[in-house]
Structures are given as C-alpha cells and as structure tokens.
C-alpha cells in the first residue's frame, strides 16, 4: 500500500472510532449535485495516476483523485474515449467523482452510462479495509456487480481508490445535423429514427428566440454517417464548431442553462423516449438522450407538480440545481425511493459503512 492510499485508510478508521462524518471530495465540480455535503474534508486529489492502460485491450485503470481530463487526454492520445461523455461542469473533475456521481453526457442513450463501463473497482470501506471488486477483463464477473453500484451512489459506500473502465476507439466519422420543429415533431422524428439503422449518438432539442431546433449528432463508419446525413436532410453543421457546441452541452455551458440569481432551479426529468410533450409550467425545455431526458427551469416550489408529472409519464424529477437565491435549501433533491428499494439501499449502506461516516444525508436522508 502506498503512502497516498494508506493515508486514506488510516483517516477513515480514525473516523470511524470516533465516529466523525466524512465529506468525499475530488474536484468539487460536482459539490452542488445531491443533498448538501457534510462532514469533515477528505480530499481524495493527492490520490492519482493512472496505473495501468491497454489500448489494445480496451481498459484503463486510474486512481481515484485523477483529473477527468487527464485521462481524456491520455486516452486521445491513443485514438480512443470515454463514449459516455461525462460531464465535469467546470475544470477539476476528478475520475472518482465521475463513478459516484453516475453522471453521463449526451451520448448516454446511445452507449450507456458511466456505469455500463465500469469493470472493477478498489474501495475503502468504512471499517478502513481495502477491498477490490472485479477486474480488468469483461469476463471477470466476480464482484462485478459491486463494482457498477458504486456509480451513482455519490460516496455513500466507500472511497472509491481505483477503477477499472473500458474505453472505446473514437468513431471514424461524425456529423451534426440541424431540424427547424417544434418539440412534439422533434419527439415523434427521434422515435421514429430510433427504429431505423442510423447511426445515432446523441440529440438535443431547445427553443431559441422562441423557434425550436433539433441538433442530431451522427458517429461511425464513414459510410453509413455520409448515407444517414443524405437520408435525413437538415442543415448539415461545421464539425469544429459543433463539437464546441456538444462539449458547452456536456458541462451545461450552453445560455440556456443559466439561472443567474433568478428564482428558477435546473430540474432534470427522466421519462421513457417515448413520453410526450410534459405539461409543466414555464419555458420550453432543453431534451437530450432521444426524448429521455428533459430540462426544465423552473421555481423549487412546483416540486410536487414536476414529480406527479414526471411519475404520471413513467420516470422520475431530480431538483438539480437550486436557484441562486439559495432557498428552498430542504427540499429533497431526489424523488422519494420505493419502500423495498430504500430497504436495499440502506443495507448496502450499513453493510460498507456501518458506523454511517461516508457523506452523510448526500443520497438519503440520514436516520
């Protein structure tokens, strides 16, 4: 064990016998995403590197305090990505904040989620034992399944040390594609293409000095990209600047996502991509991932409205961002869990972290 890592394990069992709450934190981009974090410090940069990298077989396995550009930059280098995308908001984002916040960029309704590529994990518990959970190899299924559920779990099982990821080669050909429509045609032309072989990767659709537009993004074989944007039409984009576009989109830098100190909070709906236009007040939104995720900016205080919405259309609405006002500070962040799925949740919880040390109330309200 090294210097880096054995600190880590001798600061969690420390906390653990005096039961002193812990806040997990890398880059801190993503400080502002869950419940507010409480606790000591435990800043998890000093522990970084990249420690092992096959191009050839596809897997990366970087520590946990690791600029996510660091590795994006390394895995460029060799042709390849993190086709998840995921999204760091601002500069600092660290590889261990990218699994436990589960977060994943526009491509995700087309490649999967950050935790479809997870492939192992090294974790501190929370009895200070280090533990390792499957492997480097997709084969390797011994614990596998431990390791995907730390993506998302926003640090409330353990520190996340290392992680295994595969990676992927980036595609030989992309195009961005550009529809004048409203938002229902945008939905009915994304469901209706979703059941054709084209080569999709990512949407988006928003209002602009109220006229819509519905940007498609086209990845893979030279071949098929050229024939689908012959197929499809629409205004074909400059490359270099649509990619400027999807990266603004990525870390929500795009103007439509600014609040500024008004009283509107950033709500993200999730509903299956073939739920209609949702009736909640205000602004049109910003849609992603074929339909499936929708933004809305609209005042904490419709809570109840935009969740019996979002339940009604079979998904789910998370307060993603409060206003800058700083209101509504309690509100709950998260729709409320089943009963029988918080029941899991809290006993994989108690299971990794008995004494309860590990960003306490960040996922769940605390017991």
């Not at 030989?172 to 409203?182: K, R, Y």
């Not at 993200?268 to 007040?281: E, G, H, K, M, Y």
């Not at 005042?299 to 206003?323: D, K, M, V, Y």
Request: glycine share 12%; net charge neutral.
């Amino acid at each position: 064990m090294d210097n880096a890592l054995h600190q880590v394990v001798e600061r969690v069992r420390a906390a653990a016998s005096d039961a002193t709450p812990l806040r997990i934190r890398g880059g801190g981009t993503k400080d502002f995403y869950g419940e507010t974090p409480q606790g000591e410090l435990l800043d998890m940069r000093p522990l970084a590197g990249i420690t092992s990298y096959e191009p050839s077989e596809l897997v990366v396995t970087v520590r946990a305090g690791t600029p996510l550009a660091e590795l994006e930059a390394a895995l460029a280098e060799k042709g390849q990505c993190l086709p998840f995308e995921p999204p760091s908001f601002a500069s600092g984002g660290t590889v261990g904040g990218m699994v436990a916040a589960g977060l994943s960029g526009p491509a995700r309704a087309s490649v999967g989620s950050v935790r479809d590529y997870v492939l192992g994990a090294t974790l501190v518990n929370g009895r200070g034992e280090v533990l390792t959970f499957g492997g480097q190899v997709m084969k390797n299924v011994a614990g596998y399944d431990v390791s995907r559920v730390l993506a998302g779990s926003l640090g409330t099982l353990g520190v996340i040390a290392e992680v295994s990821l595969k990676v992927l080669p980036v595609p030989p050909a992309e195009a961005t594609l550009e529809f004048a429509c409203s938002q229902a045609d945008a939905l009915r032309l994304l469901n209706e293409w979703g059941g054709r072989p084209l080569p999709l990767n990512a949407s988006c659709w928003f209002e602009y000095a109220g006229a819509g537009a519905l940007y498609l993004r086209l990845r893979g074989a030279v071949a098929a990209v050229e024939a689908a944007c012959e197929h499809l039409g629409g205004e074909r984009k400059d490359n270099a600047r649509a990619a400027a576009d999807w990266q603004s989109l990525r870390d929500q830098q795009l103007p439509w996502f600014a609040t500024g100190e008004g009283p509107d909070a950033l709500w993200r709906v999730s509903v299956p991509q073939t739920a209609p236009v949702l009736s909640i007040d205000g602004a049109a939104p910003l849609i992603e991932w074929h339909g499936g995720q929708r933004w809305y900016k609209a005042p904490p205080s419709q809570a109840s409205r935009i969740r019996e919405i979002a339940r009604a259309a079979g998904g789910h609405a998370t307060l993603f961002r409060l206003p800058g006002s700083g209101m509504h500070e309690g509100l709950p962040r998260f729709d409320a869990l089943s009963a029988p799925v918080e029941r899991i949740q809290r006993a994989l919880m108690r299971e990794f972290d008995p004494h309860g040390i590990f960003n306490r109330g960040r996922l769940l309200p605390a017991h």
